[in-house]
């Protein structure tokens, strides 16, 4: 195999050595003394998915880099059925705002699931238990005994979550020794501590690394995707808080006064039983200008982030939003959502920029399309915002820093 098919293929193990060309010899020095400080504990992270979404995204290279730091990390899974993710499912829009009741059948498959799965965890060595999201959230009841602290991490836009469901959630959340937010305005009133951690990007990752521009058309002409027009792109999971018809809706606009392609790429998290549905209302709305894309192809990602002319993020929710931050790390235009992790990463005008509405998507979209310096600019001071902030370096130590207050 060539050197490029094996890197697409793995799951990406890099060292810290390797981010020194990125974040300079002194932070990597810093970062290796922290995790000398922790290198005794064993800790185990828990969530509901090898595929798919933001949290994979996360912890396939957190917990490779934990492990090439000396600290023995385990990553388990909880299982469910499609019953119990559609349970999740609902818990993960009502947190984000979405009010519906989570019914006592509801309650009781959530509940039951993490039981049954709780038989089968063993945590006894851990020194630490880190659990993700809220599919896996009650299994803290079935650990009552345990000697180690237990974290609970809680990745989605937690700004208004709806209350009712909030505060069922919040009895679990409580037995934990604290929990975990993306952004400080995430924050809740809860009886346990509060830490706040951002996500970040793995730069060598297949979906992020370098490519050179014979790879990228090669691998545009593989999914014929046409590039005699400029590139308009979305790549996100098919999920209503992504908003893709806001930006088919902001497309046509656009292409009304500028010439110009859309691409909707989307995967489907295994633990999202909604992708099917957003799929079908996206190709029945598509025309001849719009290609939808259902895969899961992280170089395709790839090239296309470096491609198009304008890299779109019109969530109307967002906890984080990892796409922005890949986008923006190949130095694209980006336009984003006016909402959640997109605001800490846009600066509006600064580096990409920010929109309430699809008029003011297209509106943006045509103002890119026809300046390429300014799409230039934008994504200059887009990678290196990223650069400072949000690479896994900088993850794994605030995990370290997290860590070591916890330390026995
Ligand atoms: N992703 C992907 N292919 C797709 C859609 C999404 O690889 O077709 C990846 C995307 O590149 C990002 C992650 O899935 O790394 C999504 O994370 P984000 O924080 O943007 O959103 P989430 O899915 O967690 O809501």
């Not at 602290?149 to 037995?175: G, I, T």
């Not at 346990?192 to 990752?205: E, L, N, R, W």
């Not at 470096?306 to 235009?333: D, H, I, N, P, Y």
């Not at 994504?379 to 896994?392: D, Y």
């Amino acid at each position: 195999m060539q050197t490029s098919a094996v890197q697409r293929s793995t799951l990406g193990l890099h060292t810290l050595e390797q981010y020194e060309a990125l974040i300079g010899a002194a932070a990597a020095e810093r970062i290796a003394a922290k995790a000398d400080r922790v290198r005794t504990m064993r800790v185990a992270h828990i969530s509901s998915t090898f595929y798919g979404g933001g949290v994979t995204e996360l912890l396939t290279p957190l917990t490779l880099m934990m492990n090439a730091t000396g600290i023995e990390t385990d990553w388990h899974l909880i299982q469910g059925t499609p019953g119990f993710f559609g349970c999740t499912k609902k818990l993960h829009n009502t947190l984000q705002g979405t009010s519906s009741e989570f019914s006592e059948a509801e309650k009781t498959i959530y509940e039951q699931v993490v039981f049954e799965n709780a038989t089968r965890l063993h945590l006894d060595d851990c020194d630490a238990v880190i659990v993700h999201d809220p599919q896996p959230l009650p299994l803290i009841r079935h650990f009552s005994d345990r000697e180690m602290p237990w974290l609970w991490q809680c990745h989605v836009d937690l700004s208004s979550p709806h209350a009712a469901v909030w505060n069922y959630l919040r009895q679990f959340v409580e037995q934990y020794n604290a929990a975990v937010f993306s952004l400080p305005e995430y924050g809740q009133h809860l009886r346990v501590g509060q830490h706040f951690i951002t996500p970040a990007i793995d730069p060598f990752s297949a979906k992020n690394r370098e490519m050179s521009d014979r790879e990228r058309r090669e691998f545009l002409g593989n999914y014929k995707i046409p590039t005699d027009r400029p590139l308009v792109t979305q790549i996100s999971r098919f999920d209503r808080w992504k908003d893709p018809m806001g930006v088919i809706e902001a497309f046509r606009k656009a292409r009304e006064q500028v010439d110009c392609t859309l691409v909707l790429v989307g995967n489907n998290a295994s633990d999202d039983p909604e992708g099917g549905k957003i799929l079908e209302q996206i190709e029945s709305a598509a025309d001849e200008g719009i290609i939808v894309l259902s895969v899961d192809d992280p170089t395709l990602v790839n090239a296309l982030q470096r491609s198009a002319a304008v890299v779109l993020q019109k969530s109307t929710r967002e906890g984080f939003g990892l796409t922005v931050t890949e986008a923006m790390w190949k130095g694209a235009a980006v336009i984003g959502g006016n909402v959640g992790g997109i605001r800490h990463q846009i600066k509006d005008g600064w580096n990409g920029f920010l929109v309430n509405t699809p008029d003011q998507a297209a509106a943006r979209i045509v103002e890119l399309l026809k300046n390429p310096n300014l799409r230039k600019e934008l994504g200059a001071r887009a990678k290196e915002s990223v650069r400072q902030n949000f690479l896994m370096s900088r993850l794994l130590e605030d995990w370290l820093d997290l860590l070591s207050k916890y330390e026995r």
